[in-house]
């Protein structure tokens, strides 16, 4: 069965750092592609970032590009999220997302999500 444990969220100041990890275990994670979504109170979930199987092909939300950087080491099954100059915008429930496609078909998975409060 396929698991997504994200850690590493908290209280952070206005243009600190924190780096969020998501270990996985139960699927192929060297053949998925993985992504970071996040959701504000009162919001809809949106796409932070994705990577790539081998870790190319990345792409980020507009409102973080600069600012995070999403990296994955397949040896370890373990995805990062570094994030810089955290802005109070950036106040989310971040979860991780895994896309493993199998004999044609996607299956899809979510981790339980971490909190991310940035405030002075």
């Known amino acids: 069965q396929a698991h997504l444990v994200e850690s590493g969220g908290g209280l952070v100041q206005p243009g600190g750092s924190l780096r969020l990890s998501c270990a996985a275990s139960?699927?192929?994670?060297?053949?998925?592609?993985m992504s970071w979504y996040r959701q504000a109170p009162g919001k809809e979930r949106e796409l932070v970032a994705r990577i790539g199987s081998t870790g190319g092909r990345i792409t980020y939300a507009d409102s973080v590009k600069g600012r995070f950087t999403i990296s994955r080491d397949n040896l370890k099954n373990t995805l990062y999220l570094q994030m810089n100059s955290l802005k109070p915008d950036d106040t989310a429930v971040y979860y991780c997302?895994?896309?493993?496609?199998?004999?044609?078909?996607?299956?899809?998975?979510w981790g339980q999500g971490t909190q991310v409060t940035v405030s002075s």
């Open positions: 139960g699927f192929t994670f060297s053949g998925s592609f």
């Open positions: 997302y895994a896309e493993s496609v199998i004999d044609g078909f996607v299956n899809d998975y």
